[in-house]
């Protein structure tokens, strides 16, 4: 059992795992205190951000930080650690340069997106305040990804951690000096939380690396000597690698920018079709927030186990696959969609059982426990979906994942812009379901066929 724990790989994914379920639990009790203080039309405006800030991250650090974990890892077997220090420098430096080109466009066009990309002009200030927290996600990212290619997930679960309690701790004490003051809180001092607690995570990293770096060059690794043979040796290099690292993450960001694209039309057009279907600005975004802000967090947050068995098994099946071992493969599917399974029935059997009550004791919202009532029958699928594509990017079936993926969210579009006008609310959730339904039976196929034919072989 100790040379068990000793594997990094069980090791890092405990870690994960424990630091994912103890943010998501602070996080869940955050998303009732801010649909407490600001209400369904705060929480409905403070989502619409998302968008934003999902195709930032896919723009400007998504795909690098990938590519800066699989470089680390190859260059760390072979103990390269100062080329791994590179590596990091080269990503971090295209990273960085285009999330401060991304935060100026938002900050600068602010007013223009809010009006016409988000059909919601009291996005803007929000978003003026978000573009500061673009290049910092940037910095953590970057240096997460080194860590995560050397298999020191601590570092990724604390900073992860750190953000998390900055962010909500700041808008407690915002909020009740608010209080303090007779002054009235607003939603904004929500995003401000978030830019506090990108700061505090950008910070643990900064000094986490500073220390790696220090114990892996304690001395300074180049003098100025010869200083224009050095200059033209460390072009030459980082040239080199920034150009090995683009050929990762260009198709990784590609991929990830496409879903978040359409992600965000989703998200975006949800309020302006409850608005076609009848409901005034207010009370879409007010059925948009309880449903987003509400209900959703609740139907995903036993979604951290299936998440963490997900980061376990890509690497399992993938080295079997690797070795021939085509009898694990089908074992690790067979068994992921038995448990998913028990999982999925056990939650949506709480949820029916608990959802009105949640909805009434936890958001004073009914219509929120309406929701998790009708969500529940999405658990079982989900859970299988996630844990499948984890199976089939193990297996290198990362393109086929990519385009159930898209399957299902052009299938929630058609839902989005056909059955919301004509039913409303309820046309979306039926849209949820269908779409997941859709995307598990793909992975499914996909996974017991692939599975089948390697035994077959």
């Known amino acids: 059992m100790t040379a068990k724990w000793k594997n990094p790989l069980i090791t890092g994914t405990a870690i994960l795992t424990l630091t994912g379920l103890i943010s998501r639990l602070i996080g869940f009790f955050y998303r009732i205190f801010l649909s407490n203080v600001f209400g369904a039309e705060g929480m409905g405006i403070y989502q619409l951000i998302s968008p934003v800030l999902a195709l930032s991250f896919a723009l400007t650090v998504s795909g690098i930080q990938t590519a800066i974990s699989k470089y680390v890892a190859s260059e760390t077997s072979t103990h390269d650690y100062k080329n791994s220090f590179r590596t990091l420098w080269a990503g971090f430096l295209m990273s960085f340069a285009l999330s401060l080109l991304c935060a100026a466009l938002i900050y600068q066009w602010s007013d223009d997106i809010a009006a016409s990309c988000l059909m919601e002009a009291r996005t803007a200030p929000l978003l003026r305040i978000?573009?500061?927290?673009?290049?910092?996600?940037?910095?953590?990212?970057?240096?997460?990804?080194?860590?995560?290619?050397?298999?020191?997930?601590?570092?990724?679960?604390?900073?992860?951690?750190?953000?998390?309690?900055?962010?909500?701790?700041?808008?407690?004490?915002?909020?009740?000096?608010?209080?303090?003051?007779?002054?009235?809180?607003?939603?904004?001092f929500a995003v401000v939380g978030l830019v506090i607690g990108e700061s505090a995570s950008m910070i643990v990293s900064v000094l986490a690396i500073l220390s790696r770096a220090h114990k892996v060059f304690p001395y300074r690794p180049c003098l100025p000597v010869k200083a224009e043979r050095l200059k033209s040796h460390c072009v030459t290099a980082y040239s080199h690698i920034m150009g090995q690292l683009l050929t990762l993450a260009v198709p990784l960001s590609a991929n990830r920018l496409v879903i978040n694209l359409l992600q965000s039309i989703e998200a975006i057009y949800i309020p302006n079709r409850l608005m076609t279907y009848g409901l005034s600005n207010a009370d879409a975004l007010g059925v948009y927030g309880v449903l987003t802000g509400m209900s959703l967090p609740l139907i995903l947050f036993p979604s951290a186990i299936t998440n963490s068995i997900s980061v376990l098994l890509l690497p399992i099946v993938a080295e079997a696959d690797a070795n021939g071992n085509h009898a694990a493969v089908?074992?690790?599917?067979?068994?992921?969609?038995?448990?998913?399974?028990?999982?999925?029935?056990?939650?949506?059997?709480?949820?029916?059982?608990?959802?009105?009550?949640?909805?009434?004791?936890?958001?004073?919202?009914?219509?929120?426990?309406?929701?998790?009532?009708?969500?529940?029958?999405?658990?079982?699928?989900?859970?299988?979906?996630?844990?499948?594509?984890?199976?089939?990017?193990?297996?290198?079936?990362t393109a086929q994942t990519f385009c159930y993926s898209v399957a299902s969210l052009i299938l929630r579009l058609m839902f989005v812009f056909f059955a919301i006008p004509r039913y409303g609310i309820k046309g979306y959730l039926w849209g949820m379901l269908a779409s997941q339904i859709l995307q598990t039976a793909l992975c499914t196929i996909s996974a017991l066929?692939?599975?089948r034919r390697g035994c077959d072989s």
Request: glycine share 8%.
């Open 130 to 188: 978000i573009a500061v927290s673009i290049p910092m996600a940037c910095v953590h990212s970057c240096i997460n990804g080194y860590f995560y290619g050397i298999r020191r997930t601590a570092i990724p679960a604390v900073s992860q951690l750190a953000e998390q309690i900055f962010r909500v701790g700041s808008v407690y004490l915002i909020y009740y000096a608010c209080r303090k003051h007779q002054m009235e809180p607003t939603i904004s």
């Open 330 to 397: 089908r074992r690790s599917i067979l068994t992921s969609i038995r448990y998913c399974l028990l999982l999925g029935f056990l939650c949506t059997a709480i949820f029916l059982l608990c959802g009105r009550f949640a909805g009434r004791i936890l958001f004073h919202s009914q219509l929120a426990g309406s929701f998790i009532l009708t969500l529940s029958f999405i658990c079982p699928f989900m859970y299988i979906a996630s844990t499948l594509g984890s199976i089939l990017n193990g297996l290198g079936k």
């Open 449 to 451: 066929y692939i599975s």
